[in-house]
């Protein structure tokens, strides 16, 4: 069976293309993580996205990494989920907040950490025709046309099947799932915070076509 990497940097809508690719072509996924309780295959978000231990009997093996180096095979096949880095550093440090991990004390921690935003985007941005690219932003707000790419990518039919919503999701597991494309992350930056980013991953926002947010400047500036 033809494996089928989804890697994103933590906090970048892994869940949400899980349960796409579910509803959407009945592919279910696993982890390369132990799966915590409440996205255990039987649990509520488990049955609603598609999760299990075992791929057997489908076209694909789907599995979702957050990690830089895999062991990827040449037949292997990724779609690199990636998102606004404002909002998935300040995603991904409430999460941790809400976590308790000891090792994050504030959004700089995030920001600065190894195989970060930037790097994880690096190290998964291959292109060609094992790779698609997909930016969160767009598969949220135009699901549809995701679909499409997605069909052509996998060699697939989709189904009539709809995915939930980021709002029903949230609503089921709200600590868990962010307030999606809607949100600023940068909002929750500190000045000295926006500059410490931008000066890290803003080459990186200007090359995917995101705005940057300056700290001088409270609006943001392509």
């Not at 089928?4 to 949400?16: M, V």
């Not at 990690?67 to 404002?86: A, F, K, S």
């Not at 985007?121 to 969160?136: Q, V």
């Not at 949230?170 to 929750?188: E, I, Q, Y």
């Amino acid at each position: 069976m033809r494996k089928l990497w989804l890697a994103s940097w933590p906090r970048s809508g892994n869940t949400f293309l899980r349960a796409l690719l579910y509803h959407a072509f009945g592919l279910k996924s696993r982890s390369v993580y132990a799966e915590k309780r409440v996205f255990a295959p039987e649990s509520a978000t488990g049955r609603m996205c598609g999760f299990t231990a075992d791929c057997s009997g489908q076209p694909y093996d789907v599995v979702k990494t957050h990690g830089t180096v895999e062991p990827v095979e040449p037949d292997d096949l990724v779609i690199h989920l990636y998102r606004n880095g404002y909002d998935a550093c300040a995603s991904f440090f409430e999460y941790l907040r809400h976590v308790g991990d000891p090792e994050i004390n504030n959004l700089s921690d995030v920001i600065i950490m190894r195989n970060g935003w930037s790097d994880h985007y690096r190290a998964w941005c291959w292109g060609g025709t094992r790779s698609m690219a997909l930016r969160y932003e767009h598969m949220a707000d135009a699901m549809e046309s995701v679909v499409g790419q997605l069909a052509v990518f996998l060699d697939l039919e989709p189904s009539a099947g709809r995915p939930p919503t980021i709002a029903t999701m949230r609503h089921g597991l709200p600590w868990f799932f962010s307030r999606g494309p809607k949100r600023n992350g940068a909002d929750s930056f500190s000045p000295q915070e926006l500059d410490l980013f931008n000066d890290i991953h803003g080459p990186l926002m200007r090359e995917l076509g995101y705005a940057i947010r300056s700290a001088a400047t409270p609006t943001a500036i392509g």
